[in-house]
């Protein structure tokens, strides 16, 4: 097998310095496509001018142009209202606007608030709906403050305290003393 081997090797090594006979130009087949669809092209051009100019066009047209941009100018001119104009149209609707909101806040601040008029049910609505926010330190310097009666547990009764850890849910109370 390697002295076949050998023979299609010396058979290929002769044949690559031989001229078969056929040959091809340089680039032949990359520049091939192009050269059909040229020559196709050329071919379907038409012979004859289709586009012409009237004559003494080139001379007329500068002329042209002017007069239809000066018909137009003519057509398209506007009113220009200035800027001081425009002011002094809204100033009217901004004096009777700022009347109406003078008298309105006159009439209803009229109602004075008092701190009696507030009533425990009134902050914690205010405190519930997040219009509040307290913080651990700001509550314990508010209870530091209060004067809190010492026997606060000994009015509690031993009944109500059982009602009160019987009717409320285990996992429920963890929660509220783990937050």
């Known amino acids: ?33 192009e050269t059909i669809n040229t020559s196709i092209f050329i071919e379907n ?23 239809k941009l000066a018909i137009e100018q003519e057509v398209t001119k506007t009113k220009v209202i200035s800027l001081r104009k425009r002011v002094l149209q809204y100033i009217p609707t901004v004096a009777v606007a700022s009347v109406l909101v003078f008298i309105g806040i006159n009439y209803f601040s009229s109602q004075k608030i008092t701190f009696e008029d507030i009533t425990i049910t009134d902050i914690e609505s205010w405190y519930e709906n997040g ?31 059982e009602d009160y850890l019987s009717s409320v849910d285990t996992p429920t109370l963890i929660n509220e003393i783990q937050q």
């Open 45 to 67: 051009f038409p012979k004859k001018k289709i586009f012409n100019t009237p004559d003494g066009y080139f001379d007329t047209i500068e002329g042209q142009i002017q007069s």
């Open 1 to 33: 097998m390697d002295k076949k081997l050998k023979h299609t090797i010396d058979y290929i090594n002769q044949q690559v310095g031989k001229n078969s006979g056929f040959s091809t130009p340089q680039n032949y087949f990359e520049e091939i496509e």
């Open 131 to 161: 219009y509040g926010k307290i913080d651990n330190t700001e509550f314990a310097a508010t209870l530091n403050t209060l004067e809190l009666e010492e026997d606060i547990l000994a009015s509690i009764s031993d009944e109500t305290l």
